[in-house]
């Protein structure tokens, strides 16, 4: 089947009819649907599918070698952001799907096995951590605290898995699993714009920048918009936004991009002061002084707006990932391997968070991006030619060749 097909029979799954963006967060209908499909296509393929114990997808070809770290496995994700793009995550995995089927036309035969992975909750969009799957492999969330992760309606992850037919007691670090891989490639869309001005359908991963994940709690007290005095009021909502502004000018002061892109008001009343306002904001620099200098800095404006309006304020960090470089030795042996080919691919920093940066501490990774003309990504708007996603397709046969071709 080829790219185009695959994609037709994913793009409908989990898309809003009203904003045309996806809802496909892990373990609702949609996100089971994904996986079912995904499990279709990779038994079509005649690749052996393995859910493991943290909600992951793991599809072989060949058998991987608990004894030695062997196996090339490629992939990304199925979940998305409230009314994301269909790019994010899907490509990766369409993506690799169609590179394995493109390599078994060519009668390639692997002499390491290789796997497409499809990892759970990387967006963090309904348990609020990001990359959870990956995390979870390797150890870099607690199992108990992962259990206990709620949505906002107040399920948690274990309930979750529960309803959806998995035990979450099994939850916790895939140390045979991980040991069985020698190398993690992911492609992925790419988000923001910087291989449309180079020309180049491709880009090769340098690394990424830190990025965390804070919670600020307002706490002021609820009112009447019409009776309470101005001067007598203790209004959340007045440090938040003062906060959401600091934010944007202290973060171009550092060079890095600070996001208030959630926020809640409660009780939410359209004629009264509020009593509590809790937003979540998304932080990311260059290296993690920046990212640190940075968000010290909108933490202390928080603090002394609240204090100026009588509003207390709690700030907790949900999620951190410190700055990741990938592995050189791959990264060059796959720019090699792409220049072999006559495919230019320049390699690219980036500012979004991936389960290849979580894995990379432990294993050695890389990451292809396929241009996005536009740069807008997490947005229905987000987009990538047909023709360029074919070129990540050939660029991934390519690489898989190469890394499974030699034992
Ligand atoms: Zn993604």
């Keep these: 089947m080829s790219f185009a097909e695959l994609w037709r029979q994913l793009e409908p799954i989990g898309r809003n009819p009203e904003t045309g963006g996806y809802r496909r967060y892990s373990w609702t209908p949609a996100d089971t649907e994904c996986r079912a499909w995904f499990t279709r296509q990779a038994e079509r393929l005649g690749l052996t599918v393995e859910p493991d114990n943290n909600g992951n997808i793991w599809a072989w070809w060949g058998s991987a ?159 009447h918009a019409g009776t309470a005095r101005l001067a007598d009021r203790n209004d959340p909502m007045l440090p938040y936004a003062s906060t959401v502004l600091a934010a944007r000018q202290l973060a171009a002061e550092h060079g890095a991009v600070a996001t208030f892109g959630k926020v809640i008001a409660e009780p939410g009343g359209a004629n009264g002061v509020n009593s509590a306002v809790r937003a979540w904001l998304d932080a990311r620099a260059p ?25 207390t304020l709690t700030v907790r960090r949900e999620s951190y990932t410190p700055q990741v470089q990938f592995d050189e030795g791959l990264r060059d042996r796959i720019t090699g391997v792409l220049g072999a080919a006559g495919i230019t691919a320049p390699v690219l920093p980036t500012a979004a968070g ?52 030699r034992p």
Excluded at 95 to 122: D, G, H, M, S
Excluded at 185 to 211: C, D, K, S, Y
Aim: proline residues 5%.
């Design 65 to 223: 070698d608990p004894a030695r770290p062997n196996a090339v496995v490629t992939g990304s994700h199925l979940d998305s952001v409230p009314d994301g793009g269909g790019y994010d995550g899907a490509l990766g995995v369409v993506a690799a799907l169609a590179a394995v089927e493109e390599l078994k036309t060519r009668n390639f035969n692997p002499e390491r096995a290789v796997a497409i992975a499809v990892l759970t909750e990387e967006e963090g969009a309904r348990f609020r951590v990001a990359c959870l799957g990956s995390r979870l492999i390797t150890g870099g969330i607690d199992p108990a605290s992962a259990r206990g992760l709620s949505d906002d309606d107040g399920v948690t992850l274990a309930a979750a898995m529960t309803a959806a037919g998995r035990d979450p007691s099994l939850l916790g670090p895939g140390e045979n699993l991980l040991g069985s891989i020698g190398a993690f490639v992911e492609l992925h869309v790419e988000q923001g714009r910087a291989l449309a001005p180079m020309g180049a359908a491709i880009g090769v991963a340098e690394g990424i920048w830190p990025h965390g994940r804070w919670r600020f709690d307002f706490a002021g007290r609820a009112d």
């Design 287 to 311: 290296d993690d002084n920046a990212l640190q200098d940075t968000l010290t800095m909108i933490r202390s404006a928080a603090e002394i707006s609240a204090a100026e309006h009588g509003v």
């Design 354 to 405: 991936h389960d290849a940066g979580i894995l990379a501490a432990r294993i050695p990774t890389a990451m292809l991006f396929v241009r996005n003309p536009t740069g807008v990504s997490h947005s229905p708007a987000e987009h990538a030619e047909e023709a360029d996603c074919e070129a990540g397709v050939h660029a991934l046969a390519l690489v898989l060749e190469d890394l499974a071709g």
